[in-house]
């Protein structure tokens, strides 16, 4: 038997379900029930009916899982998958913060800690970041931790006054608009597709600025037939997936997160053999942690 046929029986017999987020390696994305980008996972998460989530991502995303299903089994394949942007924020600059302005919304991008969500007001991801914070009653925001997602939505919502923090995601802040420029050059029809995550100067040069579904669906949906790609390489697997004939093109500094990476067939195999790393999440801040999700739901 092949790992693939391994884990389509295991999954069947465990009542189990495989969800992968599009930057997981393409075999594992292959081989999951439900592929997307971080809202559509965790619309899927709470809805699920299995015994067993098998959570193809990093750990925020499996929490979350957690959170929204307590009574199920949810697995991270390796437990060691963490995003660095989740912990780049203190929680003692919210409470700060909330000291500083009344009329204050926290609005937390869900790539952050179960801790950090507990003294957050509205959770929200990249695909529904700007509508969720338009809807918001309070004039002051604070967004958090993202200092890019946060700045491209402050353009967006010019009506509300931001305060902002200094995290990031390494793998999109350091991509180089130069190397965008030099693609660019070398391909001139091709349209700049770019991720909210990327430094201001990509997003200052980018065609399309999007979540990662955003992306595929607008490369799918696109007359062009080249396009330069701003995100982690992931997504080539479904862009090249949808459309064959289509060029997509990556820096030559190669967009990756490891840790992304550490999902693989043989892990996910032994975590329906062997249970894996099991998510587990504080009851009392869950309690607190969900509220913001919850909220998310509702106003996406
Ligand atoms: P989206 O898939 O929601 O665009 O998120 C990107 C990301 O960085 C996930 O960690
Ligand atoms: Fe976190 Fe960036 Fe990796 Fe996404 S790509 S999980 S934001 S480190």
Redesign the pocket.
């Known amino acids: 038997m092949t790992k693939q046929e391994e884990i389509l029986k295991l999954k069947t017999e465990k009542n189990a379900v495989i969800l992968a987020?599009?930057?997981a390696e393409g075999q594992v994305q292959d081989i999951a029930d439900y592929v997307?980008?971080?809202?559509y996972l965790s619309k899927v998460a709470a809805k699920l009916e299995s015994d067993i989530i098998i959570f193809a991502?990093?750990r925020f995303m499996a929490e979350c899982a957690k959170m929204l299903n307590p009574a199920k089994t949810v697995l991270l394949p390796d437990e060691r998958a963490d995003?660095f942007m989740a912990h780049m924020i203190d929680n003692e600059y919210i409470k700060q913060m909330r000291q500083q302005y009344d009329d204050l919304a926290v609005v937390c991008y869900i790539?952050s800690t179960t801790e950090t969500k507990t003294y957050a007001d509205v959770c929200v991801?990249?695909?529904n970041a700007v509508n969720i914070v338009k809807k918001l009653p309070q004039k002051n925001i604070l967004f958090i931790p993202d200092k890019n997602l946060g700045r491209y939505v402050a353009e967006k919502v010019p009506e509300k006054n931001f305060i902002f923090n200094d995290g990031f995601?390494p793998i999109?802040e350091h991509m180089r608009m130069e190397q965008i420029q030099e693609l660019k050059q070398e391909h001139p029809q091709a349209e700049i597709l770019a991720?909210p995550?990327c430094n201001e100067a990509i997003i200052k040069i980018a065609d399309y600025i999007g979540?990662?579904?955003?992306i595929i669906d607008y490369a799918a949906n696109s007359n062009k037939q080249e396009f330069i790609i701003a995100?982690?390489i992931g997504v080539k697997h479904k862009l090249e997936q949808d459309a064959l004939s289509n060029k997509f093109y990556f820096t030559a500094r190669v967009p990756k997160?490891l840790n992304?990476k550490l999902n693989t067939l043989e892990n996910v195999l032994q975590a329906l053999k062997n249970g894996g790393s099991g998510i587990e999440v504080d009851r009392e801040l869950a309690k607190q942690a969900v509220k913001p999700l919850e909220k998310m739901m509702e106003l996406a």
Request: hydrophobic share 10%; proline share 0%; net charge negative.
């Open positions: 987020h599009y930057y997307g980008d971080s809202f991502g990093v995003c790539n991801t990249s695909s995601c999109h991720h995550e979540s990662t579904s955003g995100t982690e997160c992304m």
